[in-house]
């Protein structure tokens, strides 16, 4: 299996083969910034697996939501970028119950 590294070289290899302009800083481990009609925005992502990332039988839904908020913006702060909204993924083994 590939590592993270590599996995991340990979995919940037296939868009550097396509440059734009408006990415200001590229594909990476953090995240990306991308220049817009009014200003710049950066797009960072990172998933969250039960299990693996978080267990649900040790944290709250608070606790792993806020742990996820914590990895995605660690990333856009690691690029010296400010957030004023935040996408998160996760992916658990069953359903998730509506309410913490």
């Known amino acids: 299996m590939a590592s993270e590294s590599e996995l991340i070289a990979a995919v940037k290899a296939i868009f550097e083969s396509a440059p734009d302009d ?5 594909i990476g481990d953090d995240g990306a910034v991308i220049a817009q009609d009014k ?8 998933i969250a697996i039960e299990g693996t990332h978080f267990h649900r039988d040790w944290s709250s839904l608070f606790e792993i939501g806020a742990k996820i908020t ?7 702060y690691a690029i010296d970028r400010k957030s004023t909204r935040l996408n998160s993924s996760h992916i658990t083994r ?6 913490a």
Do not use: Y
């Open 70 to 76: 914590a990895a995605n913006l660690a990333d856009i």
């Open 94 to 99: 069953s359903r998730m119950p509506s309410s």
């Open 22 to 26: 408006r990415v200001l800083i590229g």
């Open 39 to 46: 200003g710049k925005v950066v797009l960072a992502t990172d």
